[in-house]
């Protein structure tokens, strides 16, 4: 019969070839040793639908003179949307249903989103006439980037935390 530890190990395996590794393993992908890389990377991944959803907002809202709420309003929706949507697109080549692809998605984006969001529509809003510029205008163009890559840099650090945690886009990397 088998004796096991106190950790539910039987007697040697300790000592198995490879257990070190995968502990470490497991201390990356969901410990303290998330690499800045890492976030990066999940940081870009949500920056892009987030970005498409954004800048077509912004430029349906400035292009048919919305008032400004309503813009900051329909930018936050689409960039949710797509958002969600290339997270979900790459879950559902993975063989996931659409709702759980859907539950993967909203688990994965969420936090990382709001934040962006908060960010980007913030410094639109903030920045003298940035809002009012019309499509032509370099402000418009000037603020909107300088919006995203604000976003990016915040947002960069919060899903670091969020993956040292197993949450955020960790949750998608199971099925990648």
């Known amino acids: ?77 689409l960039a949710f949307v797509f958002g969600y949507a290339l997270t979900m697109r790459g879950v559902l080549k993975a063989g ?13 984006d969420t936090v990382s989103i709001i934040v962006m969001e908060l960010i980007d529509n913030g410094v639109m809003v903030a920045v003298p006439g940035a809002m009012d510029a019309g499509l032509g205008q370099l402000l418009f163009w000037v603020s909107l980037a300088g919006s995203l890559v604000l976003a990016f840099l915040v947002t960069v650090p919060v899903n670091r935390w969020l993956i040292g945690r197993g949450r955020g886009h960790a949750v998608v990397h199971a099925y990648h």
């Open 96 to 108: 996931l249903s659409f709702q759980d692809a859907l539950k993967v998605a909203l688990a994965a």
């Open 1 to 77: 019969m088998e004796q096991h530890s106190a950790h539910g190990h039987h007697a040697g395996h300790e000592h198995h070839a490879g257990h070190e590794q995968h502990a470490h393993a497991h201390t990356h992908a969901h410990g303290v040793g998330t690499s800045w890389r890492t976030a990066a990377q999940a940081t870009l991944h949500c920056l892009t639908g987030c970005a498409i959803g954004e800048v077509l907002g912004q430029v349906i809202g400035v292009g048919f003179g919305l008032h400004n709420g309503a813009t900051v309003v329909l930018s936050i929706a």
